[in-house]
């Protein structure tokens, strides 16, 4: 039996109908651009969230470089600022902040949950951090409690970077999205809520930065031949609009099957040379990745690869030691290091059968180092 890490083909031939369906919608529409789908789907994600607004464009990097820009715009930040973002992350959580001229301070990771230590957070604040960028990681959310306690001590900034936790909700049932002043989402095909190519999406609550997130998408425009700011080309299309909004439909269930995997991995993984990850039960973790830890990290992938299973490693090269960022190489980062050494991401989607769930199980019993 091979256990794909994620089969993009099956996951999206479940919406062969209504994608078909969308995609000649689009077409005798003749609208590519900013038009009714990606209306449409922005009331629905904002609404899914909780948000009084959702803005598409074209990734989760340009949603996160948007959110800082408009922000500079409204003079709530200003370049050479610093902002407070996880070293275990994707690299675009951190390139987003230099796209704008803000300079990112690198927090440890928490090694249970793999989101931000609130201790390492508290030490690396200086006057001039404006911002925290919270990474809900792997899909369960970063303790909103006390990120807001912290954000508002020192009157700063929230922003999420949601791109791993669509639909995830906090113990009071405050949804990824909708827990900072701000949040950067992305559909990037594999993501739970996944497009059929690039997408990402703003979502906030503050119609200032909602008004300033759609000029800067469209060259800063305020209609169509007049720009009043420095813009840039960032919009969600109308194709993808259009998907998404089919999507959205079974992102609930689709992440509720995600969570019957992981409980099934949680009780029957049992092999003591693993590390299984930790999560609260009041919180509502979409499973975006399900990421053990352990110290035979590469001999456990290639064992589980000669029994057909694809497993990965979110992030083997963490940020501050990539070849880009190689004037940070020295930053003294342990447990990111640690993470990186250690993680391995099991195969997890809505679409892996019972069959698959046991081979992965009894795979990962049956290594010995
Ligand atoms: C945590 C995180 N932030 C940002 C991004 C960037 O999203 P995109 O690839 O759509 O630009 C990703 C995507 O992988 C991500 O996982």
Known sequence: MTVP??????INSR????????????????????????TKFELEFASYCGTSSAIGVGSG???????????????RLKPGDKILVPAHTYIASVMSILNCGLFPVLVEPDLKTFNLDFNDLASKYSHDVKAVLAVHMYGQLVDSERLMSFCNKYDLLCIEDA??????????????GHIGSAAAFSFYPTKNLGALGDGGAVTTDDQDLEELVR???DYGRISRSESVIFGVNSRLDEIQACFLSAKLKSLDTDNEKRRIIAC??????????????????????VWHIFAIRSNF?????????????????????????????????????P???????????????????????????????????
């Not at 791109?163 to 990824?176: D, L, P």
């Not at 992938?301 to 000669?306: E, G, N, T």
């Not at 029994?307 to 940070?328: D, E, L, N």
């Not at 679409?351 to 009894?362: G, K, L, P």
């Open 163 to 176: 791109a791993q936790a669509h639909g995830a909700k906090n113990f009071s049932a405050v949804k990824a």
């Open 61 to 75: 990097l340009d949603a996160l470089s948007l959110i800082f820009e408009s922000y500079i715009h409204l003079g």
């Open 264 to 285: 099934r991995y949680l009780e029957e993984i049992e092999n003591p040379i693993v590390e299984l990850p930790y999560f609260s039960k009041q919180l509502d973790h």
């Open 335 to 369: 447990v990111t290091d640690q993470i990186s050494r250690t993680e391995i991401s099991l195969p997890i989607s809505p679409i892996m059968t019972s069959a698959q769930v046991d081979h992965v199980i009894s795979a990962v019993n049956s290594f010995t180092p």
């Open 15 to 38: 919406f062969e109908t209504s994608l078909q369906k969308g995609w000649s919608d689009v077409m005798f529409s003749g609208r590519y651009i900013l038009g009714d789908q990606l």
């Open 215 to 217: 000029q800067l998408r």
């Open 297 to 333: 990290q590469k001999d456990i992938i290639h064992h589980l690869d000669k029994k057909g299973i694809s497993a990965m490693v979110h992030y083997p090269i963490p940020i501050h030691r990539q070849k880009v960022f190689s004037p940070w190489a020295d930053l003294n980062l």
């Open 5 to 10: 890490f994620i089969d993009l083909q099956q």
